[in-house]
């Protein structure tokens, strides 16, 4: 090849490169995200308002979300079971706290067909009312309790600003519901499914979550309490990443969800309700994200190492048939692998297509490789290539993919702790929050500095991080940074703006 033909592959490449490229995060944070989520083929607008249309490389980590929470739920105990997406309006104005908090997100249906309905129904925001009232049926004795149930679907809530995975007025998620005889057992299963959360989020995700307790006026909508994950996103931003509410008894007495004690007398159950949606997806995408896209953590990602064999047009087919004996040498180790067939496609598009998917590593294989036993390989998540013996690179692909999960946890730590500050006066507070940061301040616990802090900042409450919560878990007391009362919770609370 001569240097001018050369060259002119090399702007062909790069004409190409440009096409599949991102606004970089520093310059608009917003319109990268929404342009990796397209580019990267996660999803897409629907002719639906509000609703997005997933795509296979999307849908398959949702799946891969899915197996991972499926297998833990049903190892603790956890039945599946599927309820209607139409609740009767009545349900939903038992409860009172739920109606207000959810009435306006409702969607609607007053007509079947050309007849209208003598009582509306609304589409499933979520379900604690329909499931109190079959569990009304269902439940007669202490022996009956626990239930543990849960259920994955759609739930349909208005969005006025819609983002996809983020914020869409149809979503996906499972939805946990469960009942108890006595309130320790209730919030028991409360704390374990907050910690399996947060196991999935760090272990599987690498993701950095705080755990902890929301404040009264951050509580689902008729529960008693309500605890919460919440991450940090590369803009500083916080994402509740899941929550598990003790619901107490609000729902047992509106639906009339009560059995016979030991002692023969009457008691109303205890209840919890948990979630984690789609919106996780948002997190896996703005935490670990770059200015190239995606980078996918390797336990979760749909494709775990990509293939890229590199021949000319005579062996092109040739290299294909050796990148499949490799995969097959992978997908023997357990791995999700994928090799990229494409023909008329130059090399340099495909690395950039998958380092904008996010794949976790990259091997390329072409005809002196083969001769050689060697492959070239690439992690994601650095700028090196290495050749290494076909044999090794094998044998060493899942610590390799260790190594990178646990490079994508650090990083996203490092960032939180980094963007995590205190403030004593209100000034600091809202310097630090424009700046982009987490504060943690001590708050009087009132609705209306709740409501200040937010007409001033758009900060509100993340949580009260736990005793024993992974960060910021100190005890301390002070006075609050909006009024000056004492604080109500003994420790640091949590402020940032959200997602």
């Not at 919030?187 to 374990?192: G, H, L």
């Amino acid at each position: 090849m001569t240097k001018d033909s050369a060259k002119q592959d090399s702007g062909k490449q790069d004409k190409k490169a440009q096409q599949y490229g991102v606004t970089p995060q520093s310059v608009d944070f917003n319109d990268w995200y929404n342009e990796v989520v397209k580019k990267a083929d996660l999803a897409d607008n629907s002719p639906v308002a509000g609703a997005m249309v997933v795509k296979p490389y999307g849908s398959a980590l949702w799946e891969n979300i899915q197996r991972w929470l499926d297998d833990r739920f049903k190892a603790t105990g956890h039945e599946s079971l599927v309820f209607p997406t139409l609740i009767p309006m009545s349900f939903i104005m038992k409860e009172a706290d739920h109606v207000e908090g959810f009435a306006p997100e409702l969607f609607t249906v007053n007509k079947i067909g050309t007849e209208e309905l003598a009582e509306p129904y609304v589409m499933r925001p979520t379900s604690e009312t329909i499931i109190g009232h079959m569990w009304s049926g269902w439940l007669n004795s202490y022996r009956d309790l626990p239930f543990l149930h849960y259920q994955w679907g759609s739930v349909f809530r208005a969005e006025l600003r819609t983002k996809a995975f983020l914020r869409t007025s149809e979503f996906y998620w499972h939805e946990g519901h469960t009942a108890h005889a006595a309130e320790d057992e209730a919030r028991a299963e409360v704390r374990m499914i907050l910690d399996l959360y947060h196991e999935f989020c760090r272990d599987v995700l690498a993701l950095p979550v705080v755990r902890g307790e929301k404040t009264a006026s951050e509580r689902f909508a008729g529960a008693v309490s309500t605890f919460s994950i919440e991450g940090m996103m590369r803009d500083g931003k916080a994402l509740q990443s899941g929550t598990s509410h003790y619901l107490g008894q609000n729902f047992s007495r509106a639906f009339d969800v009560k059995f016979q004690t030991r002692e023969q007398k009457e008691e109303f159950a205890h209840t919890t309700s948990w979630a984690i949606s789609s919106r996780i997806i948002g997190a896996i995408i703005m935490t670990h994200g770059d200015d190239f896209g995606l980078m996918m953590p390797p336990r979760i990602a749909p494709i775990q190492v990509v293939i890229i064999p590199v021949g000319r047009k005579d062996n092109f087919d040739e290299m294909v048939a050796e990148g499949e004996k490799l995969a097959a040498e992978l997908r023997a180790q357990g791995l999700r692998v994928k090799v990229d067939k494409r023909d008329g496609v130059t090399n340099g598009f495909k690395y950039n297509d998958w380092e904008l998917k996010g794949v976790p590593v990259r091997v390329e294989l072409g005809p002196r490789d083969l001769e050689q036993g060697v492959v070239v390989v690439k992690n994601r998540n650095s700028s090196d290539k290495e050749t290494l013996a076909r044999a090794e690179a094998v044998s060493g692909m899942n610590a390799r993919l260790d190594t990178i999960h646990d490079w994508l946890l650090q990083r996203a730590t490092d960032y939180l702790l980094e963007h995590t500050v205190e403030a004593d006066d209100y000034d600091t507070f809202k310097q630090k929050i424009e700046e982009g940061n987490w504060v943690r301040a001590y708050h009087c616990g009132s609705a209306a500095c709740e409501a200040g802090i937010k007409e001033d900042t758009k900060a509100t409450t993340r949580n009260v991080p736990l005793d024993d919560a992974e960060f910021f878990n100190e005890q301390g007391s002070g006075k609050c940074v909006k009024c000056g009362m004492d604080s109500a919770y003994g420790k640091r609370v949590i402020f940032g703006r959200q997602y």
